[in-house]
């Protein structure tokens, strides 16, 4: 009786042995102990807040930019990143925020500037080139390790003099940002000489190294379709922003008729948010993800609540 006892133990150990052996060979990409035993591998995405987004509902304290608030929001949320706009602060102390958004255990994710590139020569593009170093500066004191430049057009020239102009620009500039060890990305931009996928490809081909930001709401304002967008663009894209928008007819002072483009929370609006999700997810996106609303309907604390609520969602139901 005890031999065959041993006998079964000895042969149940030698299958499982070969099943774990087997499994770790030949297992998918991803696989995990977890999935094997029949639990799930939940994906997440990491958010963050911008404070452009606040900013934009007068989120003050004492006439200034309250960063505190706003970082007890995130928290609350289980928001871990931070995305600094230039233009919310005056003065910007980076030391400062660098120190509040720790104390809510967040960090800043990417730092956003506007510096004047879309001048035609580099003389013109001097005091661009200057704005670029502070920020670098700036960048490194606030701990990210992205900044993004906000490229718009002019209507004074036409929209490819406006991009050459671009290119010209953030070659200059990406040598520097290289050279502090920062990632210098762009986005989609309304209106603008550099919005499409196809315009977006030749930056990256003209200045190397350069990475993008998906803008989903910007994209779908300027006609092209958002899964398209990010399916061109997938391999150099490192941020995304994501807000909703729908477009509508609208009657003119004059009478006359026309479309007009109106943003939304996320969810609210006519962008397919979940295939763009889906494609995020089955990707292994790994940046953050910032929940951009330009409207008013709801608070800023509001509107990332219900947005991540959404997203999450998405997530959890494929």
Known sequence: M?????????????????????????????YSQQ?????????????????????????????????????????????EGVDIVSHTFSPLEPENIRKVLADHGQKVVCYTFFPPLNKPTKAEREAGIEEVKKAIEIAKRL???????????????????????WIHGLQEAIVLTNAAGLTLTIESIQHSPLSTSAEMLRVVREVPGIKLVFDAGNVYSMGEDPLAFYNACREHIVHVHFKDGRWHNKTNTDGSTGRD??????????????????????????????????????????????????????????
């Open 143 to 165: 701990g990210t390790d992205k900044v993004m430049i906000h490229t718009p057009g002019n209507s004074g020239m036409t929209a490819e003099e406006c991009r050459v102009n």
């Open 261 to 318: 483009f109106t943003n939304e929370l996320i969810g609210e609006g006519d962008i397919n948010f979940t295939e763009c999700v889906k494609a995020m997810v089955k990707d292994g996106y790994k940046g953050f993800v910032d929940i951009e609303y330009e409207g008013n309907k709801y608070t800023p604390d509001a509107a990332n609540k219900k947005a991540i609520e959404f997203i999450n969602n998405i997530i959890s139901n494929n």
């Open 2 to 30: 005890m031999r065959t006892t041993n006998y079964n133990y000895s042969r149940r150990f030698l299958t499982l042995f070969v099943a774990v052996i087997f499994t770790t060979i030949f297992a998918p990409e991803g």
């Open 35 to 79: 999935q094997n035993i029949g639990s799930p591998q939940v994906n997440k995405m990491k958010f963050a807040l911008m404070t452009y987004t606040f900013a934009r509902q007068d989120w003050k304290k004492d006439g200034n930019f309250d960063l505190e608030k706003m970082c007890k929001v995130g928290q609350e949320l289980g928001i």
